[in-house]
C-alpha cells in the first residue's frame, strides 16, 4: 500500500510494538504528528515540557521496562535539547530511538530556518545516527534503528528524516520485527578458565554492573553467588539484581560505597565483574585497585575488556548465558572463613547516619518501609541519589534508575514519568535535591496534564549539597555559587502546575505526607527539608584508593 513518509514512521512504530511516545511537536516534524493523531488510539503521546523531558522520560521507560524508548522532536533547537538525554542514554547503554525531523532536502546545508546537524551533533553520543533524504528507505532504516538500540550492548540511535520525506510516498509492506541478536564471542576454553579461576579462589568477591540488569542475569548472578560461597557488591547502575536483604550483599562498592564493600575487594583474591566497565567512580586509583586479585571480567561488550582494569581472564558474550553454562559447571564452593570475615566488616562498619532530627536517609528508609521495597526509584544527581542508592534495599532489577555515567542532573523527574507510563501498577517515586529539580521542575506540568501519579520528593536543603560537600572537606569552606537559600517556595511551585503538594520538616511528619501522596493517586510534590550540611559517607577522595574509604567518624577523630 502507498503511504506518506509520516504513515510509515507510525506503522514502524507499531511494527515494533511501540505503545508510548514522548516528544514535542514543531514545523519540520508537523506531518508526523498529524499521522499520529490518526492513531492516537494505538500510540499513546506524552507531551512534555521540554524535549530533555522527553529524552529523559524515554530512557525511563526504557529503563524501567527493557523495551526500547522512543523521543520525537522537531528541527533546530527542538532536535538539540534531546542531546543531553541522548548523552544520558549512550553513557548508561539505555536502548531508545529518537526520532527528529530536519528542513526539506533542497534547504539542507544552506543554514535554513532551524537547520541543525543532529545527526553530525550526536554522532559521539549514540551507537548509530540515520539522515533519511528519500521515503523508499525510511522504513528499513527505522527497523535498523531498533535493531541497533537493543541488540549487544544497547543504546541509544538516532533517525533524522528531512521534511518533504515525511510527505512523499511509496509502497509499504508490513515487516514482523527481528529478534535481537545475542552477542557470542566467547569459547567454551574461556569458560573453563572462568570456572577454574573461581575453583582456585579462597576469597573470591563478585562486582555486579548494570550488565546484570540489562541482560536479564538476576537468577543466575544469585546462583553464582550461591555455588561460589561469595560477597557480592554492586555499582549505581547494577542496583536490584542482587537482593539488598541477602546476607552476602554487602552494598554499594565505590567513592560513596560502604566500607565493607570498598576494603572486601581491596582485600580479595578474585574480583568477578560482571557486566562492570571499571568506572572511575568505583575503582578511585586504578593502579591500586583490587591489587591483591586477580581479575575476571565478564561483559558483552570487547571493548571494555582491559580498557581500565587490567584482567587475568575475561569472556565476552551475553552475561545471562555465559553465567548459566558457568553455573552449570561449577561445583559448590565453601569460604567459611572468607565469609566470616566479611560478616565481621558488615557489622563493624554499617552504614549510619545522625537520627536525631530529619534527614534524607530516614525519609529513604521510610519510603522503602512503606512501600515495602517495591517501588520503583528514579533519582537526579547528587547527595540524594547516593542516600537513594545506600538506604533503600533495592530486591528487585529495574527498579533504580538514576544517571550513572554523564551524572545528569535534572533526570530524575522526566525518568519517573516514563517510568510510571510503561509501569502503571506501581509506586513510582523521584527522589531530587533542590538544585537538581530546579532544572527541570516544569515536567510537574506533564504529569499534571495526563495526571500521572508519581511522587516528586524534594530534598531541600538550600544548597547544591554535593559540592558544598566538597568545598567543605577540600576547598576550606569556600562555598562559591553553592547557595540556593532564596525565595522559591517548591509546594507553591507544584500546585502553580497542578499537583499537590505537602512540606515536611520534622521526623514525625514523613509517615503521613508518604502515605497521603501515595493514596492521593494523583501527582504529588513532598518537599522535605534538611539541613545544609548533612553529608554522604562513606567516602572515598577522588584519586585516592578504595582503601582509602572514611566516614564521619573517622573524619572526627582525624582532626
Known sequence: MQLTGAEIVVECL????????????????????????????EINHILTSHEQGAAHAADGYARATGKVGVCLATSGPGATNLVTGIATAYMDSVPMVAITCNVNL????????QEVDIAGVTMPITKHGYIVKDVNILADTLRKAFAIAKTGRPGPVLVDITKDVTANKCEFEAVAPAAAEVSCKYTQDDIVKAVELMKASKKPYIYVGGGAVISGAKEEVRKLAELLDAPVCDTLMGKGVMDGHNDAY??????????????????????????????????????????GAKILHIDIDAAEINKNIRTDAFVVGDLKEILQKINEQLPKQEHSEW?????????????????????????????????????????????????????????EPRTFL??????????????????????????????????????????LATASRYQI?????????????????????????????????????????????????????KKEEVEDAIKTAISLKKPVLIECVIP??????????????????????DLEESK
Not at 14 to 41: C, M, R, W
Not at 340 to 359: C, F, Q, R, V
Not at 533 to 553: C, L, N, T
Open 14 to 41: 507499531k511494527e515494533q510494538g511501540v505503545d508510548t511516545v514522548f516528544g514535542y511537536p514543531g514545523g519540520t516534524i508537523l506531518n508526523v504528528y498529524d499521522a499520529l493523531y490518526k492513531h492516537s488510539d
Open 106 to 113: 533542497p534547504l539542507l546545508g544552506k543554514d535554513s530556518f
Open 250 to 291: 554487602t552494598g554499594m562498592i565505590g567513592m560513596h560505597g560502604t566500607k565493607t564493600s570498598n576494603l572486601g575487594v581491596s582485600d580479595c583474591d578474585l574480583l568477578i565483574a560482571l557486566g562492570a566497565r571499571f568506572s572511575d567512580r568505583v575503582v578511585g586509583n586504578a593502579a591500586k585497585f583490587a591489587s
Open 339 to 395: 565469609m566470616a570475615h566479611i560478616k565481621e566488616l558488615k557489622e563493624k562498619y554499617p552504614l549510619n547516619y545522625d537520627k536525631n532530627g530529619l534527614s534524607c536517609p530516614f525519609v529513604i528508609e521510610e519510603i522503602d518501609r512503606l512501600t515495602e521495597g517495591k517501588a520503583v526509584i528514579t533519582t537526579d544527581v547528587g547527595q540524594h541519589q547516593m542516600w537513594a542508592a545506600q538506604y533503600y534495599k533495592y530486591s
Open 402 to 443: 538514576s544517571s550513572g555515567g554523564l551524572g545528569t542532573m535534572g533526570y530524575g523527574l522526566g525518568a519517573c514519568i516514563g517510568a510510571k507510563m510503561g509501569n502503571p501498577d506501581k509506586i513510582c517515586i523521584n527522589i531530587a535535591g533542590d538544585g537538581c529539580f530546579r532544572m527541570n521542575m516544569n515536567e
Open 453 to 505: 501519579p508519581i511522587i516528586q520528593v524534594v530534598i531541600n536543603n538550600h544548597v547544591l549539597g554535593m559540592v558544598r560537600q566538597w568545598q567543605t572537606l577540600f576547598y576550606d569552606k569556600r562555598y562559591s555559587q553553592t547557595v540556593l537559600d532564596d525565595g522559591v517556595d517548591f509546594c507553591m511551585v507544584a500546585k502553580g502546575l497542578g499537583c499537590e503538594a505537602i512540606r515536611v520538616t
Open 532 to 553: 545544609e550540611d548533612d553529608k554522604v559517607f562513606p567516602m572515598v577522595p577522588a584519586g585516592a584508593p578504595i582503601s582509602d574509604v572514611f566516614d564521619a567518624k
